[in-house]
């Protein structure tokens, strides 16, 4: 077991750079599913190829806001009843839709046959993507932590209600004091322009600032835009729906400046790490 974990391991060393976004945010509903998803598509746009992972298997999840059929999923994989290959979708741009595990189930909690299936699966996607692309659920479970700290790069989604600040305070406040996570990227969403989103991230800054030890970036300022719900209804993304509308163009913006974030040096990118990071129990005061 142990070796075939450390051949899969090795195997994924051969492979190109790949880079790893989580898209969180603490609170329900300030549109962390629409940004993952257009994010996704933008890129693929762009010629990227994608992989939406989909950590939220709840109602308004991704497959069926593509209006997407989705029969397995990823514990399907790491019990070793399919490959990675069959539990994937293709949505539009040909970016991949791959349906995690429903429930809240933390991935440090795996039996070692699902440990060797998860990097099993993951190592299959090596020569397939340049982006992996997170969908974390509402709130701080373990599943959202562990998807979240092993992502190279964690994109908080707020918007201008308090709760939605103070949410995403405690959820970067734990993966900070608990699982080391130093730098996070913050997209204010649903704003009326680009001075309340600068606004929105001051007041997030101001509390981290005096509380934590942590960075934190303003990547993206996207504005209210009932197109944002319109293509929804159309199961359809805006960026293909009404691509020069306002959200639109931002989240195409963030998606060009997302591609051009570094990416580790060393082969296979982030991936192998992410990996390695969802199998791991958490790693306390190791910054990054
Ligand atoms: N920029 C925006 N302008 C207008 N409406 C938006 C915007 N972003 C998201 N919405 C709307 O907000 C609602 C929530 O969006 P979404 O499902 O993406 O949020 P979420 O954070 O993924 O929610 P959940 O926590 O339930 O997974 C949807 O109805 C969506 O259409
Ligand atoms: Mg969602």
Not at 20 to 45: E, S, Y
Not at 141 to 162: G, H, K, N, Y
Not at 208 to 219: H, I, K, M
Request: with cysteine; net charge neutral.
């Amino acid at each position: 077991m142990i070796e075939d974990q450390a051949s899969s391991l090795r195997k994924m060393n051969q492979s190109s750079l790949i880079k790893v976004i989580a898209v969180t945010g603490g609170k329900g509903g300030v549109g962390k599913t629409n940004i993952t998803l257009n994010t996704a598509i933008a890129m693929a746009k762009q010629g990227k190829r994608v992989m939406v992972l989909d950590a939220d298997l709840g109602l308004a999840n991704v497959d069926v806001m593509l209006g997407l059929r989705v029969e397995r999923n990823l514990s399907h994989v790491l019990s070793g009843e399919c490959t990675l290959d069959d539990v994937l979708v293709t949505g539009p741009h040909g970016i991949k839709i791959a349906p995690a595990t429903s429930g809240t189930q933390s991935m440090t909690e795996l039996s070692p046959t699902e440990h060797a299936g998860l990097i099993r699966a993951f190592s299959e996607l090596r020569s397939q993507i340049d982006v992996l692309i997170v969908d974390t659920a509402a709130g701080i479970s373990d599943m959202v932590l562990s998807f979240s700290r092993a992502s190279q790069d964690i994109m908080v989604v707020v918007c201008d209600e308090p709760t939605s600040l103070t949410d995403a305070y405690a959820l970067i406040k734990i993966l900070n004091r608990e699982h080391g996570v130093f730098k996070f990227k913050i997209v204010a969403n649903m704003v009326r322009d680009i001075r309340e989103g600068q606004e929105l991230f001051s007041k997030l800054s101001k509390v981290t600032g005096r509380f934590l030890d942590v960075a934190l970036e303003l990547v993206a300022t996207v504005p209210f835009d009932e197109n944002i719900r319109r293509a929804v209804r159309k199961q359809t993304a805006i960026v293909d729906a009404f691509p020069g509308s306002p959200a639109a163009v931002a989240i195409s913006q963030l998606a060009t400046r997302a591609l051009n974030w570094p990416v580790p040096a060393q082969p296979g990118g982030h991936l192998e790490f992410f990996i390695e990071q969802l199998v791991t129990k958490q790693v306390v005061g190791e910054q990054r």
